[in-house]
T-cell receptor, first 114, second 114 residues
């Protein structure tokens, strides 16, 4: 079956530091890849996505590139802010029986300190 | 538009009791999903409704869990009787009928079984 592996946190960074959260996946088909973010006290929000190989998803300064050869979708941001403190989930979506099914990773908690 | 709404936000019950969680999806969304995140683990799929029909319930842990979506609008997830290992955050998500429509998540219900 499908699976998503992402680095376990927590990750603690100083403001303006560079962020990388690694994510690799295993899938039988050609999945779409996502990063979701959960801010404290809120639900999951879609941060960015990529639907095919070599696509780059980007939003709010975050980027991730769909690498089929390494089955990876690492999340990066050049300069983090305190407001980026949240839990980040890597996920893939595949079509199962005509409907999409989303598989999540374990989530990586990011804490950015001033 | 109103987002996905879940009720209650928190629930603390004793082992052996019954709890019912409710999810109101975004109006017009045919797809409704239930997920669960046990502390420190990945977000796991429980089941998927298309309108009022159960499309996929392969993630339901056991027969103590019962999900319904009468009339194809809101959904309930009942746990009866609750066990300690049922503790976690239960997320509901909805999406439109299109195959790769993004999932919109609620804030989740944090269930604690003591």
């Amino acid at each position: 079956g499908n699976s998503v592996t992402q680095m376990e946190g927590p990750v603690t960074l100083s403001e303006e530091a560079f962020l990388t959260i690694n994510c690799t996946y295993t899938a039988t088909g050609y999945p779409s890849l996502f990063w979701y973010v959960q801010y404290p006290g809120e639900g999951l929000q879609l941060l960015l996505k990529a639907t095919k190989a070599d696509d780059k998803g980007s939003n709010k300064g975050f980027e991730a590139t769909y690498r089929k050869e390494t089955t990876s979708f690492h999340l990066e941001k050049g300069s983090v802010q305190v407001s980026d403190s949240a839990v980040y989930f890597c996920a893939l979506s595949d079509i199962n029986g005509g409907y999409q099914k989303v598989t999540f990773g374990i989530g990586t908690k990011l804490q950015v300190i001033p | 538009e109103a987002g996905v709404t879940q009720f209650p936000s928190h629930s603390v019950i004793e082992k052996g009791q019954t709890v019912t969680l409710r999810c109101d999806p975004i109006s017009g969304h045919d797809n409704l999903y239930w997920y669960r995140r046990v502390m420190g683990k990945e977000i796991k799929f429980l089941l998927h409704f298309v309108k009022e029909s159960k499309q996929d319930e392969s993630g339901m842990p056991n027969n103590r869990f019962l999900a319904e979506r009468t009339g194809g609008t809101y959904s309930t997830l009942k746990v009866q009787p609750a066990e300690l290992e049922d503790s976690g955050v239960y997320f509901c998500a909805s999406s439109q009928g299109l195959m790769n429509s993004p999932l919109h998540f609620g804030n989740g219900t944090r269930l604690t079984v003591t």
